[in-house]
């Protein structure tokens, strides 16, 4: 892969670029467009680990995404720099000094496919149609069209992935909108995908990049950027209809990913410590535990005088030198890289390749993570609340969407935005259409229609 050909300005779905009104470059106009967007805007009130906040403000899925763009941005922008510095001739010919736009409109639109209450939503949906009710329909016949689904249209239900989601939000053509869904520009959308294969390659991971409703417009996306189509191990796969797909990664996904991992995990840490789940003296030692042994050591004094004794405040200055000094080993981790991601054959993540002390504090934060803070009380109990509300919608939603001559479903559908296709003459895009409606939710609004829906709570009269 080459660098003049993986950058692009083009826009999917759009012949031209149209006219210019400002100064902005086209991946400054793809972050505003996000920015301003109805999906991201509706991130602020679906949650990111621990539930919505009340007295205490913690992360929810608009302030990780402004986060991670921050991040992103700096990634890019180091990146761009010294790429530069090596091939000079690059700034003739590519946008390489475009990285820090198109990373951090990525970064910005990475979490927005993901459905309401967090992985539990993704792990509700998939498992609505793998082992619950949903379960029939691997060989349902549609009674109008005598449709059933594909092998490769079910594993996109029972493998349902935010980040596949994510370019379906972003590309497809719903009712009454335009087309190539937000129009953004090839770049972009490429950085976006974490997982380049389909759902058929997806194993028991349960992650993908795009559904078979988005096989052609990722297989459009990779050869407007020229990414290597790489050969599928299908040989345990016996499924009529077309072969898997698997590519090699855009190679700025390796920077979305890196922002992503830093800022989810130090962010967690820090969010566990305003909630009182880790001590004040551990979160400073898994901080810490980071930084060379010089820079701990001024820490420790500065803590020890008059400078910073808020517990708080110690944690939020860990957590800025700790960001700063990952995002710089990622960055270098990349350039590092480079010969063996543009050909494709990069293993690992970024994270996976910085500084062996750097990589065991991160290791270690992701123990305490899984051990003290994914399994707390608090972040079980909404991830078993989001698992029965979107299970219960998912089921209901579904079933209006087969029938939608019975009373109650045409009541059901009614109340859906006709920008989904809940009456679409094909079984697996009604399907489809209901998940769009799910996964668009907020948390707030998915519990109020379960509420609703079981008669636990009536509008206002």
């Known amino acids: 892969m080459n660098w003049n050909q993986l950058l692009s300005s083009k826009r999917f ?58 991040v992103g941005r700096s990634l890019g922008h180091d990146c761009s720099r010294m790429l530069l510095e090596r091939h000079p001739e690059l700034a003739r010919v590519t946008h390489v000094d475009q990285l820090a736009n198109i990373v951090s409109a990525a970064c910005l639109a990475h979490d927005l496919g993901n459905p309401p209450f967090g992985h539990s939503g993704e792990r509700a949906i998939a498992t609505y149609f793998s082992e619950g009710a949903g379960r029939y329909l691997r060989t349902y016949e549609d009674a109008d069209s005598g449709e059933r689904l594909t092998p490769q249209q079910w594993c996109d239900l029972t493998h349902f992935e935010g980040n596949a989601n994510t370019l379906r939000l972003l590309t497809h053509h719903f009712a009454g909108r335009r087309r190539g869904g937000f129009g953004m520009t090839y770049s972009t959308l490429a950085s976006i995908v974490k997982y380049p294969y389909s759902s058929d390659l997806a194993g028991e991971h349960l992650k ?29 796969l016996h499924t009529a209809g077309p072969a898997p797909l698997r590519y090699a990664r855009f ?59 808020d517990a708080g405040e110690q944690v939020a200055q860990l957590r800025s030198e700790v960001i700063n000094m990952l995002e710089a080993q990622c960055a270098q981790a990349f350039i590092d890289g480079e010969a063996d991601i543009l050909a494709g054959r990069y293993e690992g993540t970024l994270i996976g390749h910085i500084d062996p002390v750097a990589q065991a504090a991160y290791q270690e934060c992701e123990r305490v993570s899984h051990s003290h803070i994914y399994h707390s009380k608090d972040v079980v109990d909404i991830e078993l609340a989001g698992f029965r509300v979107i299970t219960f919608l998912t089921d209901i939603m579904v079933e209006a969407a087969l029938h939608p001559a019975r009373a109650y479903s045409q009541l059901l559908l009614n109340r859906v935005s006709p920008q989904y296709a809940t009456r679409a003459p094909h079984l697996y895009d009604r399907l489809m259409a209901v998940l769009d409606y799910i996964s668009g939710m907020t948390d707030v609004y998915a519990l109020d229609l379960y509420r609703k829906l079981n008669g636990m709570a009536l509008p206002v009269i």
């Open 251 to 309: 190679p700025l996904v390796y920077l979305v990913e890196a922002a992503d991992d830093i800022c989810y995990e130090i962010m967690d840490i820090e969010d566990a410590h305003k909630l009182r789940i880790l001590s004040s003296a551990d979160t400073v030692d898994l901080l810490m535990a980071y930084l060379p042994a010089a820079k701990r050591d001024a820490l420790h004094r500065s803590f020890t005088q008059a400078d910073v004794q």
């Open 13 to 70: 779905g759009h012949d031209g670029n149209g006219e210019r009104r400002d100064e902005r470059s086209e991946f400054q106009r793809d972050y505003d467009r996000l920015i301003f967007s109805a999906p991201f805007r509706r991130l602020q009130n679906k949650t990111q680990v621990f539930p919505l906040p009340g007295s205490i403000f913690v992360h929810n899925r608009l302030t990780h995404s402004l986060e991670v763009s921050s």
């Open 208 to 236: 993908f990049g795009f559904f078979c409703s988005e096989r052609d417009t990722f297989c459009q996306i990779a050869a407007e950027l020229g990414i290597h189509q790489l050969p599928a191990d299908n040989s345990q």
